[in-house]
């Protein structure tokens, strides 16, 4: 891809964040990461050229030393800083112009410095032998475990998670139209009853949560629009030619129930998947600290649970996200007293800035992962737990992307499988993204949306009814192997 030959007509608008907006190569098995800026007088808020380059090696930098190391090399893909002809941008900023959602357009791509972030394009798979294009499901799981917020268990009794807590909020203030049953606990649980309700959760309410792409192009999502619900039923026809012989089951009743059981058999096997070859077919399990929590205000009975400890696959991608959520151990009500001594010093000697603004390399992984476990009162130890925190936070907030597509008829029929024939194999990927670092001065607003989100909860909400999903959930057949 030469950089200096860019044509904007090569390139179709993708999906875009708060930050950031994507668009992805028509040929090349790439995307474009491009800054956003306000639309109000964005031309004295813009950052200089250099300011933006330094923020787009910022962005890379920090998945390169920080998150690949915790995450996984096989999971995280840092991408390479460019930077693009300043027309190419213009022009590609009016061409996406009309395909933005409405909700988004209150910020324009940064057409003044011409600095991107060029990523794969992790909806697609390399050499393909069948002719069906490759699923992606983009998930976001959110946070894996309850949190220690101290004033939580002293005015409220039960055991709330923040996603759950969250949607209330977000209810009231417009953001959504309708709860999402959806609770990460269960997503992250290891047990795949629970995980097959999460899913179940996410399929009936993906508001910014799910997002399934077919041959690159968005089939289903909510795309940013809260008023619209995306049509289950248009999914399970992007389906049918992926399961065929679900169209038989049930005795000829509800085939695309069936579908469904079956793609979301596909994503918890990718998830619970350690992408090496075992030769007994058990997954190794890794029970990380407490075992895996109930949210109370998850629609899954609580009566339901089994006994002991069902834990996670020591290499799969959720056990390595939640492993980093859990640096952070002291949550925001512990990190906002250790943010402010922080601050104190910084006051006192604003040329020691303890790497809270960069460089993010190898010396900050340092600090990061061999931070005290004792407060001596220092400001060392307060700078540790707040990139600890700011690491956990962009854990918390990352995407996992979950490929597959068909095997060839030549991949089909290999030697000492022990599978059924009629049952259809994938080859797949999985992939963390949205690994940005977190603004450090970010920590006090954190910490009043957190106080709100929990004052909201416990002054207006009562448990929730519960759930019969857990009713549809059937074991995993399907055999995945890793490209």
């Not at 996984?72 to 693009?84: F, M």
């Not at 807590?165 to 992250?188: E, T």
């Not at 151990?329 to 960069?358: A, H, M, S, T, W």
């Not at 068909?406 to 029929?413: I, L, M, R, T």
């Amino acid at each position: 891809m030469e950089l200096d030959q860019m044509d904007e007509n090569d390139w179709k608008y993708h999906g875009e964040g708060n930050k950031s907006l994507v668009v992805s190569h028509s040929q090349h098995c790439r995307v474009l990461r491009l800054l956003k800026c306000p639309s109000e007088d964005s031309t004295h808020t813009r950052q200089t050229a250099e300011q933006a380059f330094r923020h787009i090696l910022n962005i890379v930098d920090y998945s390169k030393y920080v998150m690949k190391p915790l995450l996984g090399e096989k999971y995280v893909h840092s991408g390479e800083a460019v930077k693009l002809p300043l027309d190419f941008v213009r022009q590609l900023s009016l061409k996406v112009q009309q395909e933005r959602p409405e909700l988004r357009c209150d910020k324009v791509i940064d057409t003044f410095s011409g600095c991107g972030l060029c990523l794969p394009n992790l909806t697609q798979l390399h050499r393909l032998t069948d002719h069906r294009p490759p699923i992606c499901v983009e998930i976001k799981p959110k946070c894996g475990f309850l949190p220690c917020s101290r004033h939580i268990t002293k005015e409220c009794k039960r055991k709330i998670c923040r996603f759950c807590m969250h949607q209330h909020l977000k209810l009231a203030n417009g953001k959504w139209k309708r709860i999402s049953r959806y609770c990460p606990l269960d997503l992250f649980s290891g047990s795949k009853q629970r995980m097959y309700v999460a899913m179940k959760n996410l399929l009936e309410e993906p508001q910014n949560n799910l997002k399934i792409f077919k041959g690159g192009e968005l089939i289903f999502g909510c795309k940013d629009d809260a008023k619209l619900q995306p049509d289950i039923n248009d999914l399970i026809q992007h389906l049918r030619p992926y399961f065929p012989h679900s169209n038989s089951l049930y005795n000829g009743h509800q085939p695309g129930k069936a579908i469904l059981n079956e793609f979301i058999q596909v994503i918890c096997s990718a998830l619970l998947s350690s992408g090496d070859s075992n030769r007994s077919g058990e997954l190794r399990k890794t029970h990380l600290s407490d075992s895996r929590p109930h949210c109370e205000a998850s629609p899954f009975p609580r009566d339901l649970l089994r006994n002991g400890n069902h834990g996670l696959p020591k290499d799969s991608v959720l056990a390595k996200i939640l492993q980093v959520q859990m640096l952070d151990n002291l949550d925001i009500e512990g990190v906002n007293p250790l943010y402010k001594r922080v601050e104190q010093y910084l006051e006192e000697f604003p040329k020691e800035r303890l790497q809270i603004d960069g460089p993010y390399n190898e010396s900050l992984m340092d600090k990061v992962k061999n931070c005290p476990t004792e407060d001596d009162g220092s400001v060392e130890y307060a700078a540790g737990k707040v990139h600890q925190y700011r690491v956990a936070m962009t854990a918390k907030d990352c995407s996992i992307m979950i490929t597959f597509a068909p095997c060839g008829e030549d991949e089909e029929h290999q030697p000492n499988m022990d599978i059924q024939p009629a049952k259809p194999r994938f080859t797949y990927s999985v992939s963390i993204l949205d690994l940005d670092p977190k603004p450090y001065e970010g920590i006090p607003h954190q910490f009043k949306l957190d106080t709100k989100i929990i004052n909201y909860y416990l002054r207006n909400t009562q448990a929730p009814p519960p759930s019969s999903l857990y009713k549809e959930r059937q074991e995993c057949t399907l055999l995945f192997h890793a490209v």
